[in-house]
């Protein structure tokens, strides 16, 4: 029996503004409990929300990336329900004109490319947290991240397998990085993820769905998905029912549980908040977001691979903008053959460093330019890939730049051929118990050959070379 | 002194005839004798008052200070003022100290103006007879067996019974209007958005406006000048050149073009106000302003449309008051949802629970459609009706409220009753256009009668003119309710 998964995707991601959507109260993790609550945020009798310029530029930079309208005009609307995290009793949210409508992520999937629309994306600001332990039976209520400004992402039913979704989240990970809007921490809860999951027999209409919450690691949100598919196929071949529900993961136990079904769902009476003017936003304002934007992922991956690239070593460098900065920096005024060697330096040794010491690229101990001209000594033979890995580590300790490293330490690859011929013929004079073995027919001795003459060069001949040379005296 | 203009107490104190301290304490002393009877105000802080006033005379040696310097001014208890509780006239907040000051007081404290104490109110504003508050009942100077209408019935009798020469009122529907038509005193309610509504406990934000209630129109000048301009605290708010509101105090009527709606002229006005608001534009005929015949076809539909949108706007905003963080906290409780429900069923009266109620019902899944946009429609409607009549005339005059201040009690069992007190006065609020009532005459009992004055956006400078200029004719505005006389 051949099921179809359809999934659409929920993403809150916490904006990058220093203060509340709302507030002036900073939005900093890790504050003492209720520090970062201003009268606004606890909603004291009589204050007024007044939205956040940075807030609104956040939510226009992710339209214009993913191909979206931005609404000239969306209007903020409160969405009603009691909770003691949640102070003024709603939530203010947008809701019938949200600011940004359509648009799509590219994402890479083991079929290929594949597009995923999405519906809209809307700002609104985060409730407070309630802590249930350690008070003794009673909660305590921490308002600092009530108010904190959320864009929440919606996406079409376009998802169609686990898999697909956590490539989904990740290249929208990579994106709202990408763009400046969100820092993407997803233990801090920046960046949270909801699945709305359903399965059907092709071209039967859209099954009953789940909507599971509190996917914050890709790795919960595969398993989730997992869990949950084949949880409502078994219940569906059973012959069973599935009601309409939100259900929670827990990673501990590897399943997902019902939360509340559809009777219990609130009727959140929305209507539009009188405290707030509708939203306009003018064609210049847009512009002048639209120039302040770095270079999108797309284009950058089409520079990638434009050098030559494939797709797959393309997108080790798309991690980060930083990261893909880093490459076509490198690549820049690089030998076309270099690029491929040069890209896996970038992807290897260098980020191995990076990430040993938890570094930026920006913060890269060995520029591009350094990376270049070292890779370009292994091109034109000065370097074996051994020494290179050593003049590497000697840049990364502030030895300078290659060249004046190669000198320093004399690290020169012996390409003079009848400097390393002179050597051969020593090697061979002094070895001939070897070269007997290796004219019977032992191949073993011809690398016992190349072993001493890269001893008599101290490593500095070019192995290549010398394997020529060797054979071509041998066979003589 | 008591009876006294703003212009003749500042003038008085100017030129050091009496002090600020002086002054604070004459009408302290008024309140003293005169609150027990008329329940006006909610908390009077004497040594607070007297320290404001201290600090007002020593402000007026060595700095140059501004009309309403060292003047007591008594604010409507929606106002939050730190350091002086803030009930809005509820159990729900009977112990509740902001600890901030709304833009309104501010302003007033920028000025030197002396805080005099916090006024009683209908419930979180939700009333039109003052009879709603946890701290009992507003009793109306003329005859204190009658209601001196609402919901600023404490500012409006404040005022009238000269316990304060001037106060801060609030105006949803006709919140200070009303109050000020049946206790004989002026009061205005500026256009939507010239006064800031920071730091006003919301009642329904998209009709709430702060406003001045005075003795005359001059003195609601002054203090209109004190409290209207931009505050980026409130989106609402409007960003606009300062202006002068008593620039036009001194203008003949000549040219003025009075409209009058034949639909505030109909069946259901007391005959004694009709007569009276007659009387009145016959005056400001004879002053040499025109009338003309205005239409205001969808008045009737103002009143459903108002009580769907403000009680709409009231059910989101009064959510907030859940006993967690601040205010009425039920002493017992099982679980959250029953500290929420008993805290909110202790804390609230009956009339807000009324209006939560009914509020929360029109949103509701399925409701929306049928009552919320419906009555936005009638919104758009009712906001026509006006920009098509102030096509043809200047100001538009009409009876404040259909008629004089009822008995205690008249109402309360019979809501509807009660909300047709502001048939004429919530279409303003509607369209969010500047209204005023001011005093111009008695019923047969003695009862004060308003005359209520709209006028298009913004010109509540030429409002504030004619009505000066009738004020200067008349005398109606200078009379002193006869239980409390001075």
Same mark, same amino acid.
């Given at each position: 029996?051949?099921w179809?998964i359809?999934i %659409? ?5 916490q904006l990058a ?12 993790? %890790? ?11 606890i ?32 209007v ?5 329900y ?7 009793g ?5 809701y ?11 994402i890479?999937?083991?079929?290929g ?9 809307h700002?609104?600001e985060?409730a ?18 009530a ?22 989240a &990740? ?9 400046d809007?969100c ?10 993820c ?10 039967a ?5 789940a ?10 949100m ?16 059973d %012959? %069973?029912k599935?009601?309409?529900e ?26 539009p ?14 512009e002048?977001?639209?120039g302040s934007?770095?270079?999108?992922p ?8 434009a050098?030559?690239?494939?797709p ?11 990261s ?6 490198a ?10 060697s040069?890209?896996?330096?970038i992807?290897?040794?260098l ?10 690229f920006?913060?890269s101990?060995?520029t591009?330019?350094?990376?270049r ?15 290179? &890995? ?8 502030g030895?300078g730049?290659?060249d004046?490293?190669?000198e320093?330490r ?15 013929d020593?090697?061979?004079?002094a070895?001939a ?7 019977a ?5 011809f ?9 008599a060069?101290?490593? &500095?001949a ?15 | 002194m ?28 008024r309140?003293?004798r005169?609150? *027990? ?8 802080d004497?040594?607070?008052s ?15 200070? *501004?009309?309403?310097?060292?003047i ?20 729900m907040?009977?112990?509740f100290?902001?600890p ?23 419930e979180?504003?939700?009333g ?15 005859d ?15 005022v009238a ?21 049946m ?25 709430d ?5 005075a003795?005359?129109a ?5 203090l ?5 301009g ?10 606009r050149?300062?202006?002068? $509101?008593a ?10 073009r ?5 639909e ?5 006005v007391?005959?004694?106000v009709?007569?009276?608001?007659c009387?009145a ?14 239409n205001?076809p ?25 006993g967690?963080?601040y205010?009425?906290r039920?002493?017992? $409780? ?12 202790e ?15 029109v949103?509701s ?8 946009l419906?009555?936005?429609k009638?919104?758009?409607?009712v ?7 102030f *096509? ?14 009822f008995p205690?009690g008249?109402n ?26 001011i005093?111009?005459?008695f019923?047969s ?11 298009n ?30």
């Amino acid at each position: 029996m051949n099921w179809e998964i359809v999934i %659409g995707i929920e993403t809150h991601a916490q904006l990058a503004a220093a203060s509340k959507i709302f507030s002036g109260a900073s939005t900093a993790y %890790g504050a003492a409990p209720n520090t970062q609550a201003s009268a606004v945020d606890i909603a004291l009798p009589g204050v007024l929300p007044v939205l956040n310029k940075r807030a609104v530029e956040c939510a226009i930079k992710f339209g214009l990336a993913v191909g979206a309208t931005i609404n000239r005009r969306s209007v903020f609307a409160r969405k009603n329900y009691f909770y003691p995290d949640l102070p003024k009793g709603y939530q203010i949210s947008q809701y019938e004109l949200p600011i940004v409508k359509g648009g799509s992520l590219t994402i890479l999937t083991k079929q290929g490319e594949k597009t995923v629309r999405l519906t809209r994306a809307h700002l609104e600001e985060d409730a407070g947290k309630s802590l249930h332990e350690d008070f003794h039976g009673m909660s305590g209520i921490d308002l600092n991240r009530a108010g904190t400004p959320l864009l929440e992402i919606v996406t079409e039913p376009d998802v169609h397998s686990a898999e697909e979704a956590v490539a989904y989240a &990740k290249a929208l990970h990579a994106l709202v990085r990408w763009i400046d809007i969100c820092d993407g921490n997803m233990q801090e809860g920046s960046f949270r993820c909801d699945a709305n999951v359903s399965v059907r027999k092709p071209n039967a209409p859209l099954g009953t769905r789940a909507e599971i919450k509190n996917l914050n690691s890709f790795r919960f949100m595969e398993q989730a998905i997992q869990y949950e598919v084949k949880r409502q196929i078994e219940i569906l071949e059973d %012959g %069973g029912k599935l009601v309409q529900e939100t259900r929670l993961y827990d990673p501990d136990r590897d399943e997902t549980r019902s939360m509340r079904s559809k009777e219990d769902a609130h009727d959140y009476r929305y209507f539009p908040d009188p405290d707030l003017l509708p939203l306009e936003v003018s064609e210049a304002w847009i512009e002048q977001v639209k120039g302040s934007m770095p270079e999108l992922p797309q284009a950058r991956y089409g520079k990638l691979i434009a050098y030559g690239l494939l797709p797959d070593q393309a997108n080790q460098h798309m991690s980060s903008r930083e990261s893909s900065t880093f490459a076509l920096s490198a690549f820049t005024g690089a030998s076309r053959n270099d690029i491929p060697s040069l890209s896996n330096w970038i992807t290897g040794p260098l980020s191995a460093k990076l990430n040993e010491e938890s570094l930026e690229f920006a913060q890269s101990r060995v520029t591009s330019e350094q990376l270049r001209r070292l890779v370009a000594r292994i091109d034109d033979g000065t370097l074996s890939r051994k020494m290179a &890995k050593e003049v590497f580590d000697a840049m990364w300790s502030g030895e300078g730049d290659a060249d004046a490293i190669i000198e320093k330490r004399g690290l020169k690859q012996l390409s003079d051929s009848t400097a390393v011929e002179k050597i051969v013929d020593e090697v061979l004079a002094a070895n001939a118990k070897q070269v007997e073995d290796y004219r019977a027919g032992k191949a073993k001795a011809f690398n016992a050959l190349i072993g001493q003459v890269m001893k008599a060069t101290k490593g &500095k001949a070019n192995p290549q070379q010398v394997n020529e040379i060797l054979r071509r005296k041998l066979s003589g | 002194m008591l009876n006294s203009s703003l212009s003749e107490l500042s003038a008085a104190l100017a030129g050091g005839k009496l002090s600020s301290v002086e002054l604070t304490q004459m009408f302290l002393a008024r309140i003293a004798r005169l609150n *027990g009877a008329l329940n006006a105000f909610i908390t009077v802080d004497e040594e607070r008052s007297l320290e404001c006033a201290r600090r007002a005379d020593a402000a007026r040696l060595h700095d140059a200070v *501004g009309p309403l310097n060292g003047i007591p001014i008594a604010h409507k208890d929606i106002f939050c003022t730190s350091g002086v509780r803030t009930t809005c006239g509820s159990r729900m907040l009977a112990n509740f100290t902001s600890p901030y000051d709304a833009h309104v007081v501010e302003r007033f404290a920028a000025a030197g103006a002396v805080l005099l104490g916090k006024t009683n109110m209908d419930e979180f504003a939700m009333g039109s007879s003052s009879e709603t508050s946890w701290f009992g009942p507003v009793r109306n100077p003329w005859d204190t067996t009658r209601v001196p209408g609402g919901s600023s019935g404490g500012s409006a009798v404040a005022v009238a019974a000269r316990l304060a020469p001037a106060a801060t009122g609030t105006d949803t529907g006709g919140s200070i209007r009303q109050p000020a038509a049946m206790s004989g005193i002026s009061g205005l309610k500026p256009t939507y958005g010239v006064v800031s509504r920071y730091g006003m406990v919301a009642f329904a934000s998209s009709l709430d406006q702060a406003g001045p209630m005075a003795k005359s129109a001059a003195d609601l000048a002054l203090l209109l000048n004190v409290m209207a301009g931009f505050d980026e605290r409130d989106s609402t708010s409007l960003e606009r050149e300062p202006e002068d $509101y008593a620039r036009d105090l001194d203008k003949p009527l000549a040219g003025l073009r009075i409209g009058l709606p034949r639909e505030y002229f109909s069946e259901g006005v007391d005959t004694d106000v009709a007569a009276r608001v007659c009387e009145a534009i016959r005056e400001f005929e004879t002053l040499g302003a025109s009338t003309v015949e205005v239409n205001l076809p969808n008045t009737r539909l103002s009143l459903p449309s108002y009580y769907v949108l403000a009680l709409a706007e009231a059910s989101s905003n009064l959510s907030r008051f859940d006993g967690v963080r601040y205010g009425h906290r039920a002493a017992q $409780y099982r679980d959250l949802l029953d500290m929420y429900c008993r805290s909110r069923a202790e804390g609230f009266g009956a009339e807000v629970k009324r209006r939560i109620l009914i509020g929360t019902y029109v949103l509701s899944a399925g409701y929306y459609d049928a009552y919320y946009l419906q009555a936005q429609k009638l919104r758009r409607l009712v906001a026509r009706d006006f920009a098509a009549a102030f *096509g043809g005339c200047d100001l538009i005059m009409g009876p404040t409220a259909p008629g004089t201040a009822f008995p205690h009690g008249a109402n309360t069992d019979d809501p509807v009753q009660m909300y047709l007190n502001d048939i004429f006065t919530i279409a303003v609020n509607l369209a969010g256009l500047p209204g005023m009532s001011i005093p111009c005459g008695f019923d047969s009992r003695g009862l004060p009668v308003g005359l209520q004055i709209i006028g298009n956006y913004f010109s509540e400078a030429r409002m504030l003119g004619a009505a000066h200029r009738y004020q200067l004719a008349t005398d109606w505005h200078a009379r002193v309710p006869t239980e409390t006389p001075l």
